[in-house]
């Protein structure tokens, strides 16, 4: 465990809240973590890789925030737990968790091995579970805390060469909705919610375990992930609403699966093959077992070699975090209208 602090220290008026990012290494988590740290939280970064965690902490602090670093795999509970106490040692408390951890294989079902499927549904649906519990034993006796569920549009709907990642993310779908329920029941302030996010711009492709014939990359369109960061950070605001969904993209597949399913089935099977690669070969062993970062010896950061065809805003994204303020000016704007023709019907 490393504590990085602010050079500062108590320089910005309040210190901000407590915040957990799991997965805090690269890729989304990483971009999370930053935009965090910009608002005057303080962010305790959990993941397998150093080189990435220790990059992170260093981004942290160059905005002005403070750090503290944690190796922990996700996907071991008790290891979960010690974290998240280290945190509460650190910080004395944890007011925002989020649950952003995963890993994948790009291949087959057929081609994936018993204990290959079995380890990304323990890093991406059991993380989740784990760390959710983890933060619920220091949120409950305050009454307080939010907890952010990383999703993805895979939650509803399931792609052709992602069977563990797709199954992994319907089962957090699922957990959650059982858990706000509950929390809903009892009264409880302690508040979750899930953002299911596009295809995003990050090192995971380069990363992963990929059995394909060429390069594992993102469906189109991408998006950066910083346009993840401000819905994950906004939905942390704001954790009385129970889903986000983030880009045009997503709207489209997740109104279109509840639509027409089957359509979209085959429009999966004659497409997604292709859409998911690139051509030349995949490089690297993959960071299913061990980190990338520890095996290549460097830190990949939150972006991915997609920067030139992705999307660094998302006016349905904007739409989503506005949509109150969006629906008062419309309110407001039908007001004025009816107003005025009331207004002419008058003169006459």
Known sequence: MMRVRRPWEGARPGRGRVVVVTGASGGVGRAAALAFATRGDRVALLARGREGLA????????AGGEALVVSVDMADAKAVDDAAQKVVDAFGRIDVWVNNAFAGIYAPFTEVTPDEFRRVT???YLGYVFGTRAALHHMLPRDRGTIV???SALAYRGIPLQSAYCGAKHAIQGFNESLRCELLREGSRVRTTMVQLPALNTPQFDWVLNRLPGRARPVAPVYQPEVAARAIVHAAGHGRRREYWVGGSTVATLMANAVVPGLLDRYLARTGFEAQQDEGEQTGPGNLWTPADGAR???FGAHGRFDEESHRGSSQEWLSRNRGRVGQALTLGAGVLAARRLTRLARR
């Open 55 to 62: 990059g992170a902490a260093d981004e942290v602090q160059r």
């Open 122 to 124: 323990e890093v991406t």
């Open 297 to 299: 010896g460097r830190d």
């Open 149 to 151: 569920q990383v999703g």
